[in-house]
């Protein structure tokens, strides 16, 4: 954080007492969400209360062995971030503080306390290409320049929102570090490639428009049943071991958002060093070049101090939003919203507060929404249009959708994606129920489809979702009877649902040829398992048995389509629609 460099006013109060990450303080001149220094060690924390001559403060760090009487400085500025190249590639903590930078000074994984640092690398010199010249008038927002941030990614100089703008005196060209001014303004103004944003405050745009493109995720039952917009927000509640990880690693792996923030909100401090162990070294199948080139991760394990937890989707949203404003899109996805929930709990026990639904704070809700509000498809300050999708897992302890956290984000977010701990046990992956998710951006999204991959895209994916419909009503008889029992033509469909979920839905991160299918491979396995059911229902009503009509040799390669590489597609479904059909038939 750059504030913590330069205290400016040194406005000093006393601390009075200490609970966890609460601090109160008194004589201390703030405002709401200022930035402080607790104690003696200079602890990093923000402002949350204050009554009369009492201040009150979280602090981003444990507070164990500060005491009352200890000095609390005040910054006088909010929580900020540090924008600009060099957020790419990076791991962070909560408040913005890159942990390999810590390490660094510190010497050691464990995190010592008082240890700041800036966000971006403050000498560091980038490559600047300028996109403006002298003469040239600029506004807020727009982009004066380019920096080549990582061979992935062109960062985009703007000028920041808060500016007058106006002509430009003049440019420089060349490497210079995030603070040099690289263009003038004849007002006086100067342009750096760095910029700072209160971290709880949107990023200004011009206007939030309709999603109307997919961020198309490479998962079949996603795109295929539950597709989420560019600037969507979606929700993914589950049970401990359902897959809330691994689908969140195939969305930042795959999605086609041009930047990833990955948000590990406080999940067990073990489950977080795999994250950060693991990501640094996935490949970007988009590029070749590591996925961190285009990714900035944000890490709170659960044995930081709960209010970096509490800050951490601020400073990643931000961060977030800043892409944005280049013009990207950007993809943000945090792991778990229930951590970052907890913290709002734990602090507003501290802070006494009257509590709601489950002791959480009668204002999840509303924080809740403030996050995900920040997601859209946007037209920017400058004119260019960027979108963020926020994907927030949730999990719900022992599973249950009912618990406070689930069910104020079910009222929020748009697109549900609810992983199922049974599913996850038959092992059926991704365990995502078709029965409880939904997508309320389907119908805006199928012109696309119709556009991009098929005009029988929504009729197509009814046809799946009528056949899962019906195998659900029908297994409640087969619970009773039998399956023996049921019609043939029941039974067909039944078999017709079984490839639709085996060969499908069903899909295996693990597995290089199937971990991303595009929408056209997701739209033509449909079509090959259609072709099965109409030939099929055909076969039947010519009076074929049921038992011939399964066990032709094409049928259970059904569900082995996945596993074919993305360009045999096309050929491999047109062979094995042909073999379906002359089996088929041949029976009749
Ligand atoms: P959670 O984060 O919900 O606790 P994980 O994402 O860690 O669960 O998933 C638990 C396990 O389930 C994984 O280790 C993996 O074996 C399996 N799994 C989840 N999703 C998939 C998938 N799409 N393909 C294959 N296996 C999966």
Redesign the pocket.
């Known amino acids: 954080m750059s504030q913590a460099t330069d205290v400016a006013a040194e406005e000093r109060g006393q601390i009075e007492s200490v609970s966890g990450p609460v601090v109160t303080a008194v004589d201390l001149d703030a405002r709401m969400n200022d930035v402080v220094y607790v104690g003696d060690e200079g602890l990093m924390g923000e402002v949350i209360e204050i009554e009369g001559n009492v201040t009150t403060v979280q602090v981003y760090e444990e507070t164990s062995g500060v005491g009352p009487g200890e000095p609390v400085v005040n910054t006088g500025e909010p929580l900020t971030v540090d924008l600009g190249p060099g957020m790419l590639d990076s791991i962070y903590d909560g408040v913005q503080r890159p942990l390999d930078v810590l390490e660094e000074k510190m010497g050691s994984a464990f995190l010592d306390r008082g240890v700041d640092a800036p966000g971006i690398d403050m000498d560091k010199e980038w490559l600047f290409e300028p996109e403006v010249e002298a003469g040239d008038a600029v506004e807020p927002g727009d982009i004066v320049g380019n920096v080549p941030e990582t061979q992935t990614i062109d960062h985009k100089v703007m000028v920041p929102p808060d500016y007058e703008g106006g002509v430009v005196e003049s440019v420089e060209t060349g490497e210079f570090t995030v603070q040099d001014p690289v263009v003038s303004l004849e007002n006086g103004e100067e342009i750096q490639m760095h910029q700072e944003w209160p971290v709880r405050e949107a990023r200004p745009v011009q206007e939030k428009q309709t999603p109307t493109e997919p961020l198309i995720s490479g998962q079949r039952i996603l795109d295929g049943l539950f597709p989420l917009a560019k600037g969507g927000t979606a929700a993914i509640p589950?049970?401990?071991?359902?897959?809330?990880?691994?689908?969140q690693q195939?969305l930042a792996k795959f999605a086609d958002a041009d930047i990833v923030v990955y948000i590990g909100c406080g999940e067990r401090g073990n489950e977080m060093t795999e994250v950060i162990e693991d990501f640094p070294d996935l490949p970007d199948p988009q590029t070749g070049n590591p996925l961190m080139e285009r990714t900035t991760l944000i890490a709170n394990t659960s044995n930081m101090p709960v209010a970096a937890r509490e800050s951490c989707v601020y400073t990643g949203i931000t961060i977030g939003e800043f892409y944005r404003d280049m013009g990207y899109d950007v993809a943000l996805m945090a792991d778990s919203t229930s951590r970052w929930a907890e913290a709002m709990r734990e602090i507003s026990s501290r802070l006494e507060e009257m509590p709601g639904e489950e002791g959480y704070p009668a204002y999840l809700a509303a924080r809740l929404s403030q996050f995900y509000e920040r997601a859209g498809y946007f037209e920017n300050v400058n004119g260019s249009e960027g979108s963020i999708s926020v994907i927030g897992a949730v999990s719900p302890p022992g599973g249950d959708f009912s618990e406070p956290v689930t069910q104020n984000t079910l009222r929020i977010v748009k697109t549900f994606w609810a992983?199922d701990a049974d599913l996850?046990e038959r092992r059926h992956?991704?365990?995502i129920n078709w029965d409880d998710s939904y997508s309320l951006y389907r119908d805006q999204l199928d012109e696309w489809f119709e556009e991009n991959v098929s005009a029988d895209w929504p009729e197509r994916r009814q046809w799946a979702v009528d056949i899962l419909d019906e195998e659900g009503e029908l297994q409640e008889i087969v619970q009773l009877v039998g399956e023996d029992a049921l019609p043939d033509d029941q039974r067909l469909t039944l078999e017709v649902a079984r490839y639709i979920r085996e060969g499908w839905l069903q899909?295996?991160?693990?597995i290089e040829v199937d971990q991303y299918c595009p929408p056209e491979k997701t739209f033509k396995m449909l079509g090959a398992i259609k072709k099965f059911d109409d030939e099929a229902f055909e076969a039947l009503e010519a009076g074929v048995p049921i038992d011939e009509i399964t066990s032709i040799d094409a049928a259970p390669k059904l569900n082995r389509i996945a596993t074919t590489p993305d360009d045999e597609v096309d050929e491999h479904v047109a062979e094995l629609k042909a073999e379906i059909e002359t089996q088929l038939r041949e029976l009749y």
Do not use: I
């Open positions: 589950g049970p401990f071991g359902s897959g809330k990880t691994v689908t195939s992983l996850a992956f991704p365990a899909q295996n991160a693990f």
